[in-house]
């Protein structure tokens, strides 16, 4: 296949698995941003309904998306233009410990055996994400109010996924190993990653740790505190009570590594991705809740003692802007805006990253102001959103096409939500959401249904396939606390 060519059948496919689905952190030509941050449009609560799901992408309607080559993983190592710098004056790959010749001496102890690790292609690496958990069923998926049912897994949903990805023989690393730093602020993608033995590399990440005010009451705790030396989720009761629970992602990977501590490598857990508008980690961080009354800086050193306790435990942190814009349509100022408000609100408190997360996965193009300013702030890793597992080394979309030799890494990322669960689970499922979805549109029941096939033709079998490497979705929806429902295949 031509290059060109390669590079378009690329990025139409991205274009269109990236508008696909409609959680929060996913591109919805439906989600726009207003000028106040905390107005609602970060809380994109009215999106039942998903962003076009035919998009407006260049010809991404044709059918014709469906190569015989695997369209999952278009960056070939073999790409021919590939510009690896080779003016690097930073040694990328640490150098292995060369294992000092064994003086056969007379010891007959054996040391305690080290883990047995190899070297993966970093290329390899899945990148998974979801959102904090529906932790009451009966308020999340009760309610119409709530985006939640759409954008979240429940408890027994995510305990199911991480025992899934384990029995998988994936294993937690760090997103921040993966990539070198050049001295002039470029990266690139390491040629590696270590592992051990028989594990295939996973970073999870969990985005909008916000515990937004405006979700409280919607069954979604409201905010995550240290309780003897471990992590919790906690309700603020009207009585001025707290109500303690491990029904969220943190204490549930906690509990899960006490088990099962083969699933992290090196002590890695997740990365949370923060916006700041609502503040972080269900406390109102932000310089806004003064006007408020609140006592911002108190509020900052009680987000403080949960950062510190994430950091020393392995969890690292991301940058998914600050007012969760969309940031593919959203203006120059409002991306110089959120960088100054980060700078001010949220980078204080957990430090720099290299990491940012496109709110709706609507990434930056190259070549323009908004890109070269997240360039500018230090940004490296790009991650996407979508029903993919692209890892592109030294490549950013860009207009009408992808940009080479751009010194930054771009990774998607795999959507695990109630949504991709729920139509991922079942074709009968799938057809019918997308069915109703074209019959709101004002779509006759033929044109619905025709609609409907076609998206399904060319979208369901790559994301499908892509989530078995995960969990068969089917086996770890809740059934019970969901109002939606898997639909059974009548094949
Ligand atoms: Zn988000």
């Given amino acids: 296949m031509k290059k060109n060519n390669l590079i378009r059948l690329t990025a139409m496919l991205l274009a269109l698995l990236s508008a696909l689905s409609l ?58 233009v590939e510009p690896t710098p080779s003016e690097d004056p930073v040694e990328p790959t640490p150098s292995k410990d060369p294992t000092p010749t064994p003086t056969p001496s007379d010891d007959p102890v054996d040391p305690p055996e080290p883990e047995k690790t190899v070297e993966v292609p970093a290329n390899t690496v899945r990148h998974v994400f979801t959102h904090c958990l529906i932790n009451d069923p009966a308020k999340g998926c009760a309610t ?142 932000d310089e806004q809740y003064a006007e408020q009354g609140i006592d911002v800086a108190k509020e900052r050193e009680k987000a403080m003692v949960v950062v510190n306790w994430l950091k020393e435990n392995g969890y690292n942190f991301a940058c998914h802007s ?29 430090g720099d990253t290299k990491v940012f997360v496109y709110p709706y996965g609507a990434w930056t193009e190259y070549g323009t102001a908004k890109h070269d300013l997240l360039r500018e702030e230090g940004y490296v890793m790009f991650c996407g959103t979508s029903q993919l597992n692209t890892i592109w080394d030294g490549k950013q979309p860009k207009k009408g096409g992808i940009a080479s030799g751009t010194g930054t890494i771009y990774l998607e990322r795999f959507t695990m939500t ?53 969990c068969v979705p089917e086996q770890i929806y809740d059934h019970e606390n969901r109002y939606h429902k898997i639909l059974p295949d009548e094949e």
């Fill in 23 to 80: 959680c929060a952190c996913t591109k919805s030509n439906l989600t726009v941003s207003s000028d106040d941050p905390a107005s609602g449009a970060q809380s994109p609560s009215g999106l039942p309904t998903p962003g076009d799901p035919t998009p407006s992408a260049p010809s991404s309607g044709n059918g014709n998306v469906t190569p015989s080559g695997d369209p999952i993983s278009p960056l070939p190592s073999d790409d021919p």
């Fill in 322 to 350: 600050y007012s969760h814009s969309n940031y593919t349509t959203c203006s120059l100022e409002r991306v110089q805006r959120d960088v100054m408000m980060w700078n001010r609100n949220v980078k204080p408190l957990i």
């Fill in 418 to 470: 109630g949504f991709t669960v729920r139509t991922y689970g079942s074709t009968a499922t799938y057809l019918n959401y997308y069915f109703n979805y074209f019959k709101d549109q004002g779509y006759s029941d033929d044109e619905a249904q025709a609609k409907a096939q076609k998206h399904y033709d060319v979208n369901y079998p790559t994301a499908r396939k892509n989530m078995l490497e995960y």
């Fill in 144 to 285: 119409a109010s709530g985006p939640l049912d759409v954008d979240c897994l429940t408890v027994s949903e995510f305990e199911k996924l991480l025992q899934s990805l384990y029995d998988n023989d994936f294993v937690l690393i760090n997103i921040n190993d993966m990539y070198a730093l050049h001295k002039n602020g470029t990266a690139r993608l390491l040629p590696t990653v270590t592992v051990p033995e028989g594990k295939k590399p996973l970073v999870i990440s969990i985005d909008d740790v916000t515990y937004d005010p405006k979700k409280r009451g919607s069954g979604m705790i409201d905010r995550l505190v240290i309780e003897n030396d471990t992590i919790m989720g906690c309700y603020d009761n009207a009585d001025g009570s707290t109500t303690l629970t491990d029904g969220e992602v943190f204490p549930i990977l906690e509990k899960f590594l006490k088990t099962h501590p083969d699933f992290s490598y090196n002590g890695a857990k997740f990365t949370l991705a923060l916006t700041g508008f609502a503040g972080i980690l269900g406390y109102r961080t």
